[in-house]
C-alpha cells in the first residue's frame, strides 16, 4: 500500500467519523431550538408551540394570544380554561370566530377545546384564540406573558409567552 493510499484511508476514516458526529450536533441544536420556542409538560403530554400574546396599545383593555397545542399522549385531552394573573387582566378566556349573518363575531368555548390524541390544535386570529379581558395595562412589545392551562383530567400547565407586534395587521378589538 502506497503512502497516498494510506494517507487517503486515513482521511476518508476521519471525514467518516465526522459525518457521524453532524447528525448529534444537529439534533443537538434542533432540540435547543424546540425549547425555545415550545412548551411541553410532562404531566399534561401537551406541548405549546409558537405562541405569543399580541401587543396592543397602552390604554387597550382586550388583548389576544395564539399558540398551538400539540397533545403527544395516548389520550385525548381538553383544554378547559386558561387563566392569567390578575395584575395582567381580570379574565382570560377560549374564544372561537363565526359567521353570523355574514358578520365576524367571537364566542367564548365554554366546554374547552378537545385535542385527539397525537395531534395538534392552532389558536390563531380568525379562529380559536385566547383572548384577555380588562387588561389592567396595554401589552408591550418585547415582554413576557405567563398563562395557566388547565385541562380536564385536573392538570394544569404554566407557560411563559413573548409578546409580538404583527406586522401589517390591523388591531382590532371587539370587546
Do not use: C, W
Not at 25 to 50: C, F, I, R
Not at 126 to 132: S, T, V
Amino acid at each position: 500500500m502506497s503512502l497516498f493510499s494510506k494517507s487517503l484511508k486515513s482521511f476518508v476514516i476521519a471525514t467518516g467519523l465526522f459525518s457521524l458526529s453532524l447528525p448529534a450536533t444537529s439534533s443537538v441544536h434542533e432540540h435547543k431550538h424546540e425549547n425555545h420556542h415550545g412548551h411541553a409538560s410532562e404531566q399534561t403530554k401537551v406541548m405549546v408551540m409558537n405562541g405569543y400574546a399580541r401587543a396592543t396599545f397602552a390604554l387597550a383593555k382586550t388583548g389576544a394570544v395564539y399558540f398551538t397545542l400539540h397533545n403527544t399522549s395516548d389520550s385525548d385531552k381538553t383544554l378547559m380554561s386558561v387563566s392569567v394573573s390578575s395584575d395582567v387582566a381580570s379574565e382570560a378566556q377560549i374564544h372561537t370566530t363565526v359567521m353570523e349573518e355574514d358578520v365576524m363575531k367571537m364566542r367564548e368555548l365554554t366546554n374547552g377545546v378537545k385535542i385527539q390524541a397525537g395531534e395538534m390544535v392552532s389558536f390563531e386570529s380568525g379562529g380559536r384564540h385566547i383572548m384577555l379581558m380588562g387588561l389592567t395595562k396595554g401589552l408591550k412589545e418585547g415582554g413576557d406573558l405567563a398563562l395557566t392551562l388547565k385541562f380536564d383530567d385536573a392538570s394544569e400547565m404554566k407557560v411563559k409567552l413573548p409578546i409580538k407586534k404583527e406586522a401589517g395587521e390591523s388591531h382590532h378589538h371587539h370587546h
